[in-house]
């Protein structure tokens, strides 16, 4: 296509979520089964670039590595998204990290401390299933740090991805979005299916309780945080087979733009070749 | 069928890896198409089985945690089967550790410090790429311990698989079996493809010289090492096809085995559904 999607869900300005339609589909023209199959479609050049990143970080080829913020309100699909597009990715590449409420440990250093020590290495694709940005949400919202504080933390934030970046990182930062009509639904699925229950707690209805807070929270946080060197994307995820193909997209598109080839031999095929057939020969095997 | 697979392919007894032929397929009857039809219909099962383990862990109302430890001569699939294993789990649940040469502060403590710390958590399947045997493989093999040190760490390896054991765990530790021939063959088609040359060094070759050397230290790890509580599969891979089937087998049964229902509510679905009604109801939405 001529606009990338990435450029297309790119944040930019004011953000106001309301006026983000959950159930639109941006940049795909089709219905579910288009959007399943585009999806699968996706597959081979996924693994296909995933691998020659992994390929060109273990032969020191490249200095690049790839970094994938998930986040979004509760029932959004942080996970459904892993499920779908990681699975298209040999789980050797894919470096998951979730992270949850802060430990004792975490708590006694700065906020940034363990997401700096889940960043990922030359050649991984990392993905944030939340992130650092729950500092800056449920700490806004839940005042659990003052005002100044989380002030700081943007800057921080900031600071940063500048620097996994400038060291040869790059950022794809997707804010799934819903509305509290989808959520509402999503969560009486899960209430309906004992297979789902440990999914839900009751403290969850607390948070929704304060959707609009959450909400100008995000919209605070996108603002002050999307940046030319780590944007952020708003995908709309009141679709999950939407949601799905338009991570898979934004991440080929941003692995594309790379450019990585497979690392150079720096052995002669040709004499490995010969040795491996001359030791063949002298052991008669 | 009536004997499980993990009890067909367990080593006990003296171990003679000469006599086991890498190519056969124990257990299953059929050839590629049905072993790859056979690993696609195990998808549901093992998904849903590991997200059971994943949900009980998250809920608390489980200690158990698995790990599969996959331990073979290079070109024996370690990876691949991880790909095509893993793949038929969600991303989530699933944390693959590999175990690459020492580093420094490695190097610095006990062989098990860096084993330790990548132990699954309670509901976690782990993954080894390799493991603490290299220890009493590569270790054996080059002489970069004494043999009284490699005595100690059969018995270090015992016990630290069987504290794992006490506290939950389940261990699954697959010997990926090949033969010279096979390696032969599929280092050609590395060297033969410029894709694949990140994967080769020369230094394999070395290595490869040293085979039955190494043969001889994966039966003696095996013998020393195969215990009730955390026994050795041995696992034919010159074909692709039957190891990855016979991977996801033996995590099935093993996981079978746990029993493990899905969590119970500790709360009434019927109140908090109330609840998201009521709420709806007086906000308007």
Redesign the interface.
Known sequence: MATELRTLLTATGPIDLTSVDARSTPGFDGDKADGKSALAALGPELADLQERLY??G??GSTPRKVLLVLQGMDTSGK?GT??AV??LI???G?V?S?FGKPTAEELAHDFLWRVEARLPEVGQLG?F?RSHYEDVLIGRVRALASAEEIERRYRAIIDLEQRFVDSGGLVVKCLLHID??VQ?KR??AR??D??K??????AD?DE??LWDDYRRAYEIAVERTSTPAAPWLVVPAGRKWYRNWAVATVLIEALRSLELD????D?D?AT??A??DG??SATG?
Chains 1, 2 share one sequence.
Do not use: C
């Open positions: 390929a060109g273990r032969a996970g892993i499920g990681g699975g040999e789980p050797q894919l998951l979730s993905v299933d509290r009509d509402a969560l009486r209430l309906g004992p297979t229950f440990w999914k839900y707690n009751p209805l929704r309780a497979w690392p150079r031999a052995f095929p490995e070749l040795r491996l030791e063949e095997s």
